[in-house]
């Protein structure tokens, strides 16, 4: 009777390995086009919602205006053309990764530039239309940033890749919403009235600046391997190979099982996303001031996403995937259970740092391992159509169903709501169970 080596890829690295994997360039990279990616999300959102109320904006505009932030929804949209077509000069020197983040990066420096320049106060249209080119530039970057990424490593290294992405990601929104107020606090000048343009002009222009980190790492960068695109002979055959290949590669290599996939993707995130809506108006409703908000927040649970972030990456790599997938469902789940126990504690400091601890804990495992799981479900060949696809899904029905959160707490209170909210990750940890199962084929 003879004996086998193993097989090279059911050899799990060592410790030693797993950790220096956060020291290869790629990884570094991601860590910069992380922060990249992150920056812009608030400055149309919510750090412009801050600007506009303080411009004397009604607050029923400024939710009008938190449309603008649909653009990242329905970014499947255009993702064909930034996988497949070509732009003009800028391909040929940079390739075709890097010349779409180049061009989305610098779509996302004049949006902030153009809103700098411009008081809402005065005349808020031309504001509106510098954050409709922010989102449109950053979800064109979103697209090809994630191609970027699932190109540049195996699939091994995809969760330390997600882990860096996230890592860059959430300093970047800590820059973009604690360091803009700080900013604009800095630039006011004594005596004058509460609103000043010229503040928030400086802050703005402070983030346009910040855009440059991305810029250069771009193009500094090596682009991914080359891989010819076919040569279309007419418009209806680059439009079948753009718009319909994408899909229906995926539905060949996986068949039937694509819709359990798709279900999974479609819910895995479901309990945090709907208990979120309600997070800010349930720690307002439970007496803590906004400096203390502000503090935990920014503090413990930046940290404690960065770590889960961290340790998800890790653990997917060391465990495979699936299993730390379970887990941050598992925790996900768990960690609404205990903003049900933070109601009835009454005004307590110390019980909101170690909830919002756990919950941003949880949340950076569950994201580094579903971050990890959709690329690898993406063909190389499609790579940015596909999983601008998979993250669409992911939001549209969390934010539909998050739409009737409030009406909910209004009828049952919030302990209810939570416990309601943990509820509904149980589906998802039989998908999971599932999807475990799903051989490609």
């Known amino acids: ?23 290869e360039p790629p990884t570094v990279r991601m860590l910069l086009l992380g922060f990249s990616a992150g920056l812009p999300l608030l400055l149309v959102l919510g750090t412009l919602s801050f600007w506009l ?7 029923t505009t400024i939710g009008y205006l938190s449309w603008v932030g649909l653009a990242y929804a329905f970014k499947w949209v255009w993702a064909p053309l930034v996988d497949r077509m070509p732009i003009p000069l800028l391909t040929r020197w940079l390739g075709r990764r890097r010349s779409w983040l180049l061009l989305a990066q610098l779509a996302v420096m004049l949006g902030l530039i153009a809103m700098s320049f411009n008081d809402p106060k005065l005349a808020l249209q031309p504001v509106v239309w510098g954050a409709l080119a922010v989102a449109f530039g950053s979800a064109t970057q979103d697209i090809a940033l994630d191609a970027f990424r699932i190109e540049s490593a195996d699939v091994d290294r995809q969760a330390a890749l997600a882990a860096a992405y996230q890592t860059g990601y959430r300093l970047a929104m800590i820059w973009a919403g604690a360091g803009v107020l700080w900013l604009a606090a800095r630039a006011e000048v004594a005596g004058l009235t509460s609103y000043q343009h010229g503040a928030w002009q400086t802050a703005y222009l402070v983030m346009a600046a910040s855009m440059s ?38 539905l060949h290599r996986y068949g039937k099982q694509a819709l359990l996939i798709l ?17 800010n108006p349930f720690y307002v409703d439970m007496g803590y001031t906004k400096d203390e908000v502000a503090a935990v927040t920014k503090i413990y649970g930046v940290i404690m996403t960065l ?3 961290f340790v998800g990456g890790v653990l997917s790599m060391r465990l495979g995937v699936m299993r730390v997938l379970m887990l941050g469902a598992v925790l996900s789940a768990a960690s609404n259970l205990l903003f049900a126990w933070l109601g009835s504690q009454g005004h307590d400091v110390t019980a909101l740092i170690f909830v919002i601890s756990a919950d941003n804990l949880s ?10 799981y959709l690329s690898s479900l993406t063909n190389l060949n499609y790579s940015a159509t596909q999983y601008a696809i998979f993250s669409s899904v992911m939001l549209l029905a969390p934010k539909f169903l998050a ?8 009828a049952f209170g919030y302990q209810y709501f939570f416990v309601a909210t943990a509820m509904l990750g149980v589906p998802v940890l039989l998908l999971v169970w599932l999807a475990s199962r799903v051989k490609r084929q």
């Open 1 to 23: 009777m003879t004996s086998s080596a193993p097989d090279a890829s059911q050899i799990k690295p060592t410790w030693l390995a797993t950790f220096k994997v956060y020291l």
């Open 53 to 59: 109320r303080e411009a004397g904006i009604d607050r």
């Open 213 to 250: 980190l991305g810029m250069l790492t771009v193009l500094l960068s090596p682009e991914p391997l080359r891989r010819p695109m076919p040569v279309a002979k007419n418009a209806v055959e680059w439009l079948h190979g753009a718009l319909v290949e994408p899909f229906s590669d995926f």
């Open 263 to 279: 279900a999974l993707i479609a819910i895995y995130r479901i309990s945090d996303v709907v208990m979120g809506i309600m997070a």
């Open 307 to 309: 770590v889960g972030a």
């Open 363 to 372: 949340s950076g495992i569950a994201s580094a391992a579903f971050i990890a």
């Open 403 to 410: 739409g009737y959160s409030g009406r909910y707490v209004d």
